[in-house]
């Protein structure tokens, strides 16, 4: 039976609900071998980070997908906390980013080895605790894919095939998205459980029906005010050309910045629910149209099969 693995066990996905699935809620951007938990103050974190996920609750969001890698602050004790003090469903990840975010080990071990050790996160718990990861986090830099990430990106492979979980990879270029589709494929991996993150910075909107006609899903998620008049465009193309079931919208939104003063310019989650979504209305997206991207995607897309 599929499931979607939260940070505090297994729920059916029709529980996942109204959900962002890529946000933070912290990030470190040291480089890996300088990070440490001894960076920053959970207290305080949790401190100032809680009016902006008690807004979202209270705006209806059930689910939250918490995108920060290993070694740039993934926290599963402290997301633990804010799932507990709230509502909402919290998943965080297993995997590892790219330079300067990779630690020594990446770079020694073997394709199996990465890929079991998050299957050990996925399955058994991360690091010392039994907290979960429900998704794998990778990246790839743009254009050909450099052999550093080829390796993760094979890692991340066997490591949804042994467990179902989905791959959410940081990529924002057409070019590496089709490097990354093949590698996938070489792996024997099937096209949905991989999700191409950041599609929106990719300016050839041909890339994106390309990804889409793969079966790979299509996240537009540079999502502000900014960027509405966009990312509506974008969402209207792929949905004029049938694929609708395949797109996932979040805003890459938050966080605490850990060096800065009580986590820096912190920007809410709220803008998708409160003013978006409004917007789509406005420019003829209906309401079942919304759901299906907010509520029957994302729980679709965090599966693990």
């Not at 990354?180 to 096209?191: A, D, P, S, V, Y």
């Not at 998708?272 to 994302?298: A, C, H, T, Y």
Request: with cysteine; proline share 4%.
């Amino acid at each position: 039976m599929a499931k979607i693995r939260t940070i505090l066990g297994d729920i059916s996905p029709d529980e996942f609900g109204l959900a962002l699935v890529h946000e933070h809620i912290l990030v470190d951007f040291i480089e890996a071998e300088k990070f440490s938990r001894d960076r920053y103050d959970q207290k305080e974190v949790f401190e100032v980070m809680l009016p902006y996920l008690v807004k979202i609750e209270d705006l209806g969001v059930k689910g939250f997908v918490e995108c920060t890698p290993a070694y740039m602050g993934r926290d599963a004790e402290l997301l633990t906390k804010f799932s507990k003090a709230l509502g909402i469903h919290i998943l965080t990840n297993t995997g590892l980013y790219k330079e300067p975010h990779l630690p020594k080990f990446a770079f020694e071990y073997s394709v199996d080895q990465l890929a079991e050790l998050w299957i050990k996160e996925i399955l058994e718990g991360i690091e010392d605790t039994r907290i979960k990861a429900g998704f794998i986090k990778i990246a790839v830099n743009p254009g050909a894919i450099v052999p550093i990430q080829q390796k993760i990106v094979r890692s991340a492979a066997r490591c949804s095939l042994a467990t179902g979980a989905a791959i959410a990879c940081h990529t924002g270029s057409g070019m590496a998205a089709m490097y990354l589709l093949k590698i996938l494929n070489e792996e024997g991996l099937e096209n949905n459980r991989l999700i191409v993150v950041h599609a929106d910075a990719e300016e050839n909107v041909e890339y994106h029906l390309e990804v889409a006609k793969q079966g790979a899903w299509v996240e537009y998620d540079g999502l502000s005010q900014n960027t509405s008049g966009k990312i509506l465009k974008l969402l209207r193309f792929i949905v004029d050309h049938g694929f609708e079931e395949q797109i996932l919208l979040p805003q890459d939104a938050g966080w605490y910045d850990v060096g800065q003063p009580r986590g820096g310019s912190i920007r809410g989650y709220e803008y998708l629910i409160e003013d978006f979504v409004p917007l789509m209305k406005r420019n003829g997206f209906s309401q079942n149209l919304i759901d299906k991207i907010l509520v029957e995607n994302p729980a679709k897309a965090f599966q693990i099969e």
